[in-house]
């Protein structure tokens, strides 16, 4: 089926990540454009959302079995998604915080950056 060529789910759900990220640091917190208002922080919100949605299995009890997303390329991994998640749930507009596997910063004092 040639609708989905191309088509990286991974793709979609970093893109999804870094869009909510985006405009959970917009300033101001309230916009106009033709005539109608539109919250950023609202819409980053629910950017995040999209992109755990995308990585997690309803059907599993805590929502997660396993994500591919560590093994894709894309400079967003799960925990990203997750822990900024429920920081701006609970702080909307909170900074964000990369998460950072144990063996990136072993390679980076073994590298000596």
């Known amino acids: 089926d040639g609708h989905l060529e191309g088509f990286c789910l991974f793709g979609i759900t970093a893109a999804a990540f870094l869009k909510g990220r985006y405009m959970l640091g917009m300033e101001p917190k309230e916009l106009e454009s033709h005539g109608r208002r539109f919250f950023p922080h609202q819409l980053g919100l629910a950017e995040m959302e999209t992109a755990y949605t995308m990585v997690t299995d309803s059907d599993s009890k805590g929502g997660i079995e396993f994500s591919f997303l560590e093994n894709s390329g894309w400079g967003v991994a799960l925990e990203d998604i997750v822990s900024n998640l429920e920081r701006q749930k ?7 915080q990369l998460y950072q596997p144990k063996w990136a910063s072993l390679q980076m004092r073994a590298t000596g950056l």
Do not use: D, E, M, R
């Open 90 to 96: 609970s702080q909307l507009g909170a900074p964000f």
